[in-house]
């Protein structure tokens, strides 16, 4: 019942384009989890994330579990495609990458512009999130949904086009001269 109320009180996310500002905070929402969800719920939004180990993490939710395992593809994709061309060797660890993954990470390596690769990515991040949408909108698993989408839909809205491409070069220099540097903040 909780969840009922809960999700009846957020804002729609859907049809929001990326210059327009987000309804509500990440702060709000997590707030707004803690005054409604029950500890183990708690736990889990508390573990939600964008950028999920190379390593499995067990996740008491189905969709959670999914997305984990489909953005952590998507990241080794990336590595290998961006290791192959720049001809230097990658390990995969023997995971199998769903074709999916590789042909997305093979596009986004070849896109020119680093903050046109992040959109394309971010949109293709975006399309598997739906594909993973709950039926029942009233569900733990459709707050883990929202949360997930509030977090992508937050990052997008952080890149900066400037500083990015000093960034890029910055971390491509780096890795093209052997050195050790990290990103210009």
Avoid at 9 to 23: E, F, N, R, V, Y
């Amino acid at each position: 019942m909780a969840e009922y109320y809960f999700m009846s009180q957020l804002p729609s996310l859907d049809g929001i384009g990326d210059q327009i500002s987000l309804p509500i905070t990440e702060e709000r929402f997590l707030e707004l989890c803690h005054r409604f969800l029950g500890k183990k719920a708690q736990k889990e939004i508390e573990h939600l994330t964008l950028s999920p180990s190379r390593y499995h993490e067990d996740s008491t939710s189905a969709l959670v579990k999914a997305w984990n395992e489909g953005e952590r593809n998507l990241r080794l994709a990336l590595g290998k495609a961006r290791a192959e061309k720049m001809k230097k060797s990658f390990d995969q660890e023997n995971v199998y990458l769903p074709a999916e993954a590789v042909r997305v990470a093979r596009m986004a390596v070849e896109i020119e512009s680093p903050m046109e690769a992040e959109l394309f990515l971010n949109q293709y991040r975006m399309g598997f999130l739906e594909s993973l949408r709950p039926m029942d909108t009233f569900s733990e698993d459709s707050v883990f949904y929202y949360g997930l989408k509030l977090k992508l839909m937050l990052r997008i809205r952080q890149f900066d086009e400037v500083s990015g491409e000093a960034a890029y070069r910055n971390i491509y220099d780096s890795i093209m001269n052997g050195d050790r540097l990290e990103a210009v903040q």
